[in-house]
């Protein structure tokens, strides 16, 4: 078969190889659509994976070609999605069902081979069936967008709050399309893109801030008539931006920190005090996945994409065979490239 493999980081190579061997608790399937997660691009460029060479990507569709002896509720023909996450299912965390805290995971993409391929044998444990009228496209995101719906909930959203995005990739972009879908008062995006907040639009932001323009927290106060936003969350990693989201914040708002930064924090007087004096909650969200496996992040989520009108379509920014995919490293390593969700097709589109 057709694979993307990683050799170090910087070195991506389409190469033709060995199908993957299926265990007896395992289902062939068929990759109809790959997409890359802003954690790909670290790994692929910068840091590597946990093994070399290693198959990449881990938000993926397909349908079912085969089944292992012990598969009991999967069949071939069956239309699926795959949350990444393999748990270990003893430590404290699994134990207490939290499965994105696991100390001893494997994981489809960093840990064993993914996804950007024509196949990948997957643990009957880590399938779910993806209802009709779901295009494979918009299941393959179903990623992003089940960690966009963890953050919100680790957020306390509910109906009526005014929300505000911080960073519109993505999962940003997943948050604002939620929030608006599930009855925000009002979402307010941010971003330094203007073609990222065009598509914040699209998916119902109903005011977009450009950060290099004005000043973001000025303008996210009068949007909000002086109040600040109920629920602000930071999906950019960017310490700057970090710091303008407690800023942002209402009295008694919440503040979720979800982008991965590798770096520092280090607050001001002002944001300390705001902290204190607006009485902020300041949280952390990571990953998406909790019992029964994967947990309501990915089952509410597939619901929304089935019954709700959630959508991808105005997210892909890229739709393209997998032998473009070491070219589109290539461009996103040199800057300037705009991109959003790229999407990869092994057996081309739908």
Request: net charge negative; hydrophobic share 35%; glycine share 10%.
């Amino acid at each position: 078969m057709k694979a993307v493999r990683m050799y170090k980081p910087g070195d991506l190579r389409v190469e033709d190889v060995e199908k993957p061997k299926m265990m007896d608790d395992e289902a062939m399937v068929k990759v109809r659509a790959v997409g890359l997660c802003g954690s790909d691009i670290p790994r692929a460029l910068v840091y590597g994976a946990h093994v070399s060479p290693i198959t990449i990507g881990h938000e993926f569709s397909g349908e079912i070609e085969a089944v292992g002896k012990n598969v009991k509720n999967f069949k071939p023909g069956d239309r699926v999605v795959v949350p990444p996450l393999i748990p270990c299912g003893k430590c404290e965390w699994c134990q207490k069902g939290i499965y994105s805290l696991c100390e001893d995971y494997d994981y489809y993409g960093s840990r064993r081979d993914g996804a950007l391929a024509e196949y990948v044998s997957v643990k009957e444990s880590n399938l779910l069936k993806v209802p009709e009228g779901v295009s494979y496209e918009d299941a393959a995101t179903l990623d992003p967008c089940a960690n966009a719906y963890h953050g919100l909930m680790r957020g306390g959203f509910k109906e009526g709050d005014s929300v505000c995005v911080c960073g519109t990739g993505p999962i940003g972009l997943f948050a604002a399309q939620y929030a608006k879908l599930c009855g925000a008062s009002q979402v307010i995006a941010v971003d330094v893109w203007d073609e990222k907040l065009d598509i914040a639009k699209k998916v119902g932001a109903d005011v977009t801030i450009n950060s290099l323009n004005e000043d973001p927290v000025e303008a996210v106060k009068k949007a909000t008539d002086g109040k600040g936003a109920n629920l602000v969350i930071d999906f950019s990693g960017v310490p700057a931006a970090q710091k303008q989201c407690i800023l942002m914040a209402s009295k008694m708002g919440r503040v979720v920190f979800l982008g991965i930064s590798h770096k520092g924090l280090d607050l001001s007087e002002k944001e300390v005090d705001t902290i204190m004096r607006s009485q902020l909650s300041v949280i952390g969200s990571w990953n998406s996945f909790t019992k029964p496996y994967p947990g309501e992040d990915w089952t509410e989520s597939l619901k929304m994409f089935g019954e709700r009108g959630m959508t991808a379509r105005d997210i892909i920014s890229h739709r393209l065979p997998l032998d473009d995919c070491p070219g589109i490293f290539d461009k996103i390593k040199e800057g300037g490239f705009f991109y959003n969700k790229v999407m990869f097709y092994p057996w081309g589109q739908e």
